[in-house]
């Protein structure tokens, strides 16, 4: 098993590489030069010199590429081209601010998905069925900012005043010391994601209830709920960790438009500001850290398929 | 208890009485089915498939498929008190019998296995749901007991092993053994050796019956196949589209026949002796003629020597990794003859077939028809060779395109020569269609409205309709019931004499030999280890293992 696990994360490694390739190429692609962004259109030509001296912005692209990636694996990220300061940090604090709502989102949605998927599958064509598979077809139609928008007009302006709109956390000071402003965000990203893990989950579910070995469980005498647990979940979690991967992976990137409206200060809005302010050092660190997220998640979806399938890490016939 | 007192004669452990049992949409699928199960004894539940004769064993666990209601009759146990309705019972109480009391050998051992489970701890579960034993430790024993019962190693390391570890015949072992676990007081097994080749099978029946007679369990046998019956069984039920035609002692049943259904299923069995002519059966072949091979194969012994061989496979070889699938294999085939490829699953019999057709084409080696040299893949080879060699696929659930009608699939490899018109097609189609017995009704239907005997047949059609010299036909009667297999070789036996091709006969099924081959070879992990003409091997077989498939097929 752990030969496989190995393989995978040589792979993730690999693909890691990749990406900070295409990055880098993509942001020197990109038109403007950091030094006359940080310095301004009035600079002297001199000035620009030494800075660019100063940011090695004159050595070969090869060499700067791996100074770049030398830097990120010591967290030396470089400097942020609009604030001059160190990029790490300007970004721990919102890294860590986002990391917060996701870990929220990702703890409500999955467990609460898988139960509601599993309970559709068992009431298949009753009531409770058709309650969650339509309402779950729904949300997942709805795009995240118009779910965001309808939380804010429900709870927080036209309808019930309850909650905080927005997140104003005085700077410096962590975002989890107001969990209220945490509330409508996290909802938001939940509703969103939710729906997609319930349809999996009462898909693959309903297709290994529906197998030989679940039938022969119950003649067996075995207790419906050990059969269920024990018998048919197992095998149903595979593919659905390949869609709860998937939905994290989202969940990274997508934030930023739940982090934009929600004025949230997490890294979707220091990514935004980046772009807006040249700030190539941000964007880069941010790409790469966002392609990160995604390589871990599938990867520990692989873990699940390999856990759940004693045939991928044990051999044949013998 | 009481009832043995009173009749010591019959003393059913199990009884159904005037069972029925509908689809939730109302239409019934059981009519009043009755059979009593004697400890000790098994009795055979015979019919082919969609006669219900799952439904009606599945129904003694008290188990009923989704859309599936119980409308009438009962189930008694005996010695469970005077309530012993099974069916009134409530479902906690019924899964207590389950696993327990009456016990599942399911058809697929593959598929009814958790896969994701160690073998011990599968057949550990049924023993702690049912409370057996007074101890975790008790138990172990027990496992280790039951393995040892079935003829499996039973030591810890065995045990550990997930189901995919295992070979097939080891894996239905352990669902027996699941079975027997809790010594149950009856036992339903619903065609545990479907599937499986001769000699696994004549173990496992082996094992059955060794056990139901040891522990004095009542057997329920649930099969399609008579030969099976009459190695295993008792008493016989045969079922007739959810109604019992005939009923009692196996002896009886099988050599005296009342029921015209039952004479037409015994008919249609083939027989290794070739005595019984399969395919002659009224209802399921009716207007066909009859083509006995052997003449056939005396006058193509002359022609052999005359003419030149036809195919001509020399050297094949193919491996996957480390595994050899095909070793050295060579033979030769006349023109008008046909030739049975027998192996058990794994010996390599399909991949050769591919390997003639091209469909595989990593092989080494040469394929020569008619003295020419055929290129490795399909793709390499000119239109005409491949017209002449022509493939039969084994499921004719597959293979047809369920979005296609008959006409259009037919039309394929006619379409793929782009030399005719429509008309010309339609009018080559149902020529095919002709030689197979299909009329031109069936033209403009989908395969989902054909029974499995038709869509073989279209599928043959399909093959036909370029005038192939050279047919090769991959277990194409295996997914099919007894009499359907009857009507298929008969058709392609007949076809063999009108059009004169070549026919490779792919099985596992070695009762066919007299029926469809004048020649057969004999395959084992991927070298043929005996040829000649069908007579010579089977009278006087050379080989080890030909003696030894000889030896267990199950005959009556």
């Known amino acids: 098993m752990m030969p496989i696990i190995l393989r995978r994360l040589a792979t993730s490694v690999l693909i890691l590489l990749a990406v900070s390739v295409l990055v880098f190429v993509a942001t020197l692609l990109l038109p403007g030069d950091p030094a006359q962004a940080i310095l301004g259109q009035q600079a002297t030509p001199e000035r620009l010199a030494a800075l660019r001296e100063q940011m090695n912005l004159n050595d070969p692209v090869w060499q700067r590429y791996l100074t770049w990636l030398g830097g990120l694996f010591i967290g030396d990220f470089g400097v942020s081209a609009a604030s001059g300061g160190a990029v790490s940090a300007l970004l721990g604090e919102r890294i860590g601010a986002s990391l917060v709502l996701l870990v929220a989102a990702g703890a409500i949605s999955i467990p609460v998905g898988l139960l509601l998927g599993t309970y559709s599958a068992l009431r298949r064509g009753r009531a409770g069925d058709h309650i969650a598979t339509g309402t779950s077809l729904v949300l997942a139609a709805l795009p995240e900012f118009v779910i965001g928008i309808a939380l804010v007009t429900l709870f927080s302006t036209t309808v019930f005043t309850i909650l905080p709109s927005v997140t104003m956390a005085p700077p410096g000071e962590p975002v989890w010391n107001y969990p209220q402003q945490l509330i409508l965000p996290t909802l938001t990203l939940v509703l969103v994601v939710t729906p997609y893990i319930i349809r999996m989950m009462r898909a693959t579910m309903l297709e290994v209830l529906e197998s030989g070995y679940v039938e022969m469980a119950r003649l067996k005498g075995v207790p419906e709920r050990q059969v269920i647990l024990k018998h048919a979940l197992p095998h149903a979690l595979s593919p659905v960790a390949q869609v709860v991967a998937i939905q994290l992976a989202w969940m990274a990137g997508g934030v930023v438009v739940v982090e934009f409206l929600f004025r949230y200060p997490g890294i979707g809005q220091a990514l935004v500001d980046a772009v807006t302010n040249r700030d190539v050092q941000v964007v880069q660190v941010l790409a790469i850290l966002i392609a990160a997220v995604y390589i871990v998640v599938n990867l520990l979806a692989d873990v699940v398929g390999i856990l759940t399938n004693p045939k991928l890490r044990t051999g044949g016939a013998r | ?556």
């Open chain 2, 1 to 556: 208890m009481s009832t043995s007192l009173q009749d010591p004669i019959r003393t059913a452990v199990l009884s159904a009485t005037g069972l029925r049992i509908a689809t939730t949409a109302g239409k019934e699928i059981l009519h009043d089915v009755s059979f009593e199960l004697q400890p000790g004894k098994i009795l055979a539940l015979v019919g082919e498939s969609g006669s219900g004769k799952t439904t009606a064993g599945l129904a003694c666990l008290g188990h009923f498929r989704a859309g599936l209601t119980h409308t009438g009759g009962e189930i008694r146990m005996a010695g469970s008190g005077p309530s012993s309705n099974i069916l009134d019972l409530p479902e906690p109480e019924r899964r207590k019998l389950r696993g327990g009391v009456i016990s599942y050998v399911p058809q697929d051992p593959a598929l009814s296995l958790n896969p994701a489970m160690r073998i011990g701890d599968q057949i550990m579960e049924v023993l702690q749901v049912q409370g057996h034993g007074s101890s975790d430790a008790e138990r172990r024993a027990r496992v280790a007991e039951v393995l040892a019962e079935v003829g499996l190693k039973n030591d810890d390391a065995y045990q550990r092993r997930y189901p995919h570890q295992l070979s097939g015949g080891q894996q239905q072992r352990v669902g027996i053994a699941m079975a027997f676990a809790c010594r149950p007081s009856v036992i339903v097994l619903d065609e545990p050796t479907t599937g499986l080749d001769v000699t696994t099978q004549a173990l496992v029946l082996q094992t059955i019956d060794q056990l139901a007679e040891l522990h004095n369990v009542a057997g329920l046998y649930i099969t399609h196949d008579l030969a099976v019956v009459a190695k295993i069984a008792d008493e016989v039920v045969v079922m007739l589209s959810g109604e019992v035609v005939e009923q009692g002692p196996t002896e009886r049943v099988l050599y005296q026949p009342q029921h015209d259904y039952t004479r037409k299923l015994l008919d249609s069995v083939p027989d290794l002796a070739g005595k019984r002519r399969v395919g002659r059966t009224s209802v399921i072949t009716g207007e066909q003629p009859v083509v006995d091979p052997r003449p056939a194969a005396a006058e193509d012994r002359t022609r052999r020597e005359a003419s030149a061989n036809f195919l001509e496979v020399s050297g094949l070889r193919l491996a996957y990794g480390s595994n050899q699938i095909l070793d050295g294999i060579s033979f030769t085939l006349a023109p008008g003859e046909s030739m049975m490829l027998l192996g058990e699953s794994g010996s390599g019999k399909t991949t050769l077939s591919r390997c003639v057709a091209g469909l595989n084409d990593d092989y080494s080696g040469e394929v020569r028809l008619s003295g020419d040299t055929l290129s490795a893949g399909t793709r390499a080879r000119t239109a005409e060779q491949r017209q002449r060699i022509q493939y039969v696929f084994q499921s004719p659930f597959s293979s047809l395109n369920p979005r296609r009608t008959i006409c259009e699939s037919v039309e394929v490899p006619l379409q793929m020569s782009g030399k005719m018109g429509r008309k010309e097609r339609r009018r080559r189609v149902l020529e095919a269609l002709d030689q197979v017995r299909l009329g031109s009704s069936y033209l403009d239907r989908r395969p989902g409205d054909l029974s499995g005997g038709e869509r073989q047949r279209a599928a043959i059609a399909r093959a036909l309709v370029n005038a192939p010299s050279l047919l090769v036909c991959d277990e194409v009667t295996s997914a099919l019931d007894v009499s359907v297999q009857a009507s298929i070789i008969d058709l392609l036996r007949a076809l063999q004499h009108e059009t004169k091709m070549s026919m490779l006969f792919v099985t596992h099924n070695i009762a066919l030999a007299r029926h469809i081959s004048q020649r057969m070879a004999i395959l084992q992990h991927g070298q043929i280890v005996e040829s000649g003409s069908t007579d010579e091997v089977l009278e006087h077989p050379r080989h080890e293992y030909t003696r030894e498939l000889l030896a267990n097929v199950p005959t009556f």
